[in-house]
């Protein structure tokens, strides 16, 4: 049977109607500090999103986010890169460990290891990833010493849906941050991160509340909201 949250909602309370929500159940993945996971993981309960983090997993045992997963209560493991000789392996070893927990959505946060394509097709339409710029410009690492050396006058963050393309695929909501005289690559990833902590739950929240629809390669929000953070 599927759990049910009693958000403005579920049963009957001092006389008020409640109409249950089925709850989504949401793994995230993380390779360093997960501050984005922190992010999802805080205010899908601060909110009373009809979801639940239900694990956390890693490609590194030592990945600082799996132990404040743990102190939250959030199943927490890695299933360790270095321990497979083929990237396959890796792939079918993390799919198996992710599907225990029965996901309705994936959601890559600042985890840095490219997935195959058998990976990402098996979670297709329930993959979401972050990328800390304006995608399609600088996929891949050091995006905002390449938007320096560039001359951007903006850089930004995008939550897209993933395809087997690294850093690639339709795009959820993206946010925009000026580029100030004197920005070094380390400023400026502060200021972006601080939008990827604004922009990723809130194109979370809408994925688990029915939000989101993905046609032709393009994601709109059913209602009309902005899906851009300048
Ligand atoms: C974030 O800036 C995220 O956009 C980036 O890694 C950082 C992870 O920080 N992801 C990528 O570069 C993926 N291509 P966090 O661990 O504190 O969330």
Not at 11 to 18: A, K, L, P, T
Not at 70 to 84: D, L, N, P, T
Not at 171 to 200: K, N
Request: proline share 5%.
């Amino acid at each position: 049977m599927a759990n049910l949250a009693r958000a403005p909602g579920g049963g009957r309370e001092r006389g008020r109607h409640y109409t249950a929500r089925p709850v989504k159940r949401i793994v995230i993945l993380v390779s360093g500090r997960g501050s984005n996971m922190q992010a999802i993981a805080t205010r899908c309960r601060s909110e009373g999103w009809p979801a639940e983090v239900v694990a956390v997993l890693a490609d590194r045992p030592e990945a600082a986010g799996l132990a404040w997963a743990r102190g939250q209560g959030i199943a927490a493991e890695a299933v360790s890169f270095k321990a497979f000789a083929e990237r396959e392996r890796f792939d079918a070893a993390l799919a198996e460990a992710i599907d225990l927990h029965r996901p309705d959505l994936v959601v890559l946060a600042g985890f840095m290891r490219i997935l195959g394509a058998s990976f990402v097709q098996r979670y297709e339409g329930r993959l979401l990833n972050i990328h800390p710029s304006l995608l399609p410009a600088f996929p891949g690492l050091h995006t905002h010493r390449r938007a320096l050396a560039a001359g951007c006058k903006a850089v930004g963050a995008t939550v897209h849906f993933v395809t087997p393309q690294l850093d690639h695929g339709p795009i959820v909501m993206q946010s925009v941050v000026p580029v100030r005289a004197g920005d070094d690559e380390a400023t400026l990833a502060a200021r972006v991160l601080a939008t990827e902590h604004v922009i990723y739950p809130l194109a979370v929240r809408w994925f688990v509340e029915d939000e989101l629809q993905l046609e032709g390669g393009l994601v709109r929000h059913r209602r009309g909201a902005s899906q851009l953070l300048a």
